[in-house]
C-alpha cells in the first residue's frame, strides 16, 4: 500500500495533497512569518524612537518634582507621593485635578454622546470610562447590541454611496474605455476617491482641528483624525477636553458627527480598493487556488461594482443581472433541423426563437 493511502470501504483513498492547496499554506505561513517580522521590527524602531524621550520626559519630572519639594520643605515627601499618586489614579478615569469647579464635567450629554460613540464603533479612547458597577454592566450590554448595529449601518450606507462611485467609473470609462485598460482605470477612480476623502476627511478637519485646540499642532490634528478614522484610538488626544473651549457640548456633538461619517469615507474607500482584483492581495491567502490575473479580470463584470469597456462597446450590468451566456440568434425558418442537414446536434448553435 502507497503512504497516504487506506482502504475504506474496499476503495483506496489518496491523501496525497492537492498542489494549489500546498502552494496556498506555503503562503499562508510565510504571510504569517512576515506578519510576525513587521511586528518585531515595529516594536524595535517605535522603541529607539520612543524611549529617549521618555527618559528625557522622566528626568524633567524628576527635577520638577524636587525642585517643588526644596521650595516646599514643610510638604511631606510621602504625603506628596500619595497625592501624585491620587491625581494620576483620578486622570486614568477621566478626572483631572486642573479643572474649576465652574467647568463642564465628564458626563454631560455632548460627553456622554461621545462616549458613546467611540464605544459602538470600537474607536476606545479609554480617557473616559464608567464608574460605577450599574454602568460597566450597561456599557456591556450597550456595546453588544450597538457594535453590530453599527457596522449595519456602516455597510448600508458604503452600499449606497457605491452608485454615484460606479456612475464616476461608468462616466472615466465611456470618456477613456478606448485609450486605457480597466485595470487603469479603476486606479484612476481609486485614486480620485482617495483624494476627494483625504480633502474632506483628514484635510479640513486638521485644520478646524488645529485651530479650536490651541495646543494642537497640524501634525497633531492630522494624528487624530488619522487614528480615530482607523479605529486605533490611542486617547492621548481628545478634541473638546480643554475646559476653556467655549460650547464643549456642541463641540463634542460635531466631532462625534465628524467620527461616523469619517468612518463610512474610509470604508467606501476600502470597499473600492478592494474591488479591483488586481489589488485584493487577501485572495493569495484565502484561497486554495490562486486564480490568475487574467481569469481575475473576469470580476470587473461582476455584478456588484462593475463597469468595463470591451469590443462591442460600453458595458455596465445591473445589480440583478446575472451573467448569460452569448448565443446566436437565426431566422425562426431555420430552426428546424433538415433531414438532410448532417451537423450533429451538440455542434448546433443555440437558437432563440
Known amino acids: 500500500m502507497l503512504l497516504g493511502a487506506w482502504p475504506i470501504g474496499g476503495v483506496k483513498h489518496s491523501s496525497i495533497q492537492n498542489p494549489h492547496e500546498k502552494s496556498g499554506k506555503c503562503r499562508f505561513i510565510i504571510l504569517c512569518s512576515s506578519y510576525a ?21 522622566q528626568r524633567e519630572l524628576i527635577e520638577t518634582k524636587d525642585k517643588f519639594a526644596q521650595r516646599n520643605p514643610c510638604i511631606n515627601h510621602d504625603d506628596l507621593e500619595k497625592f501624585i499618586g491620587e491625581v494620576l489614579k483620578a486622570s486614568s478615569k477621566g478626572i483631572s485635578a486642573l479643572r474649576n469647579a465652574t467647568s463642564e464635567p465628564n458626563w454631560t450629554f455632548g460627553q456622554a454622546l461621545f462616549f458613546s460613540t467611540t464605544v459602538v464603533t470600537t474607536i476606545g479612547y479609554g480617557h473616559v470610562t464608567p464608574l460605577s458597577q450599574t454602568g460597566k454592566l450597561f456599557c456591556l450590554i450597550y456595546a453588544m447590541i450597538g457594535i453590530p448595529l453599527t457596522l449595519v449601518l456602516l455597510s448600508a450606507a458604503v452600499e449606497r454611496l457605491m452608485t454615484p462611485c460606479n456612475w464616476m ?12 485598460q480597466p485595470f487603469n482605470i479603476r486606479i484612476l477612480h481609486l485614486s480620485i476617491i482617495i483624494f476627494i476623502v483625504l480633502i474632506l476627511f483628514f484635510g479640513i478637519p486638521t485644520a478646524l482641528f488645529a485651530y479650536f485646540e490651541e495646543q494642537w499642532s497640524l501634525m497633531d490634528a492630522f494624528y487624530y483624525c488619522f487614528i480615530s478614522l482607523t479605529t486605533i484610538g490611542l486617547g492621548d488626544y481628545i478634541p473638546g477636553d480643554d ?8 463641540y463634542k456633538i460635531g466631532t462625534t458627527c465628524y467620527l461616523i461619517m469619517g468612518l463610512i469615507a474610509v470604508m467606501l474607500t476600502l470597499n473600492v480598493f478592494y ?9 493569495l ?50 430552426d428546424s433541423p433538415s433531414p438532410e442537414d448532417p451537423t450533429p446536434l451538440h455542434a448546433k448553435d443555440i437558437r432563440i426563437p
Open 285 to 334: 491567502f484565502t484561497e486554495s487556488r490562486a486564480a490568475t490575473f487574467d481569469g481575475e479580470s473576469e470580476k470587473l463584470r461582476s455584478t456588484h461594482n462593475p463597469c468595463y469597456s470591451g469590443p462591442t462597446g460600453f458595458y455596465m450590468p445591473q445589480r440583478d443581472e446575472e451573467i448569460r451566456a452569448v448565443v446566436r440568434i437565426r431566422p425562426h425558418q431555420a
Open 243 to 250: 475646559p476653556d473651549i467655549d460650547y464643549r457640548s456642541i
Open 275 to 283: 474591488d479591483i482584483p488586481q489589488l485584493n492581495l487577501g485572495q
Open 37 to 57: 517580522l513587521f511586528l518585531v521590527i515595529g516594536a524595535a524602531i517605535i522603541s529607539v524612537i520612543e524611549a529617549p524621550q521618555l527618559d528625557k520626559y
Open 169 to 180: 467609473l461608468g462616466l472615466l470609462n465611456s470618456k477613456l474605455g478606448h485609450l486605457y
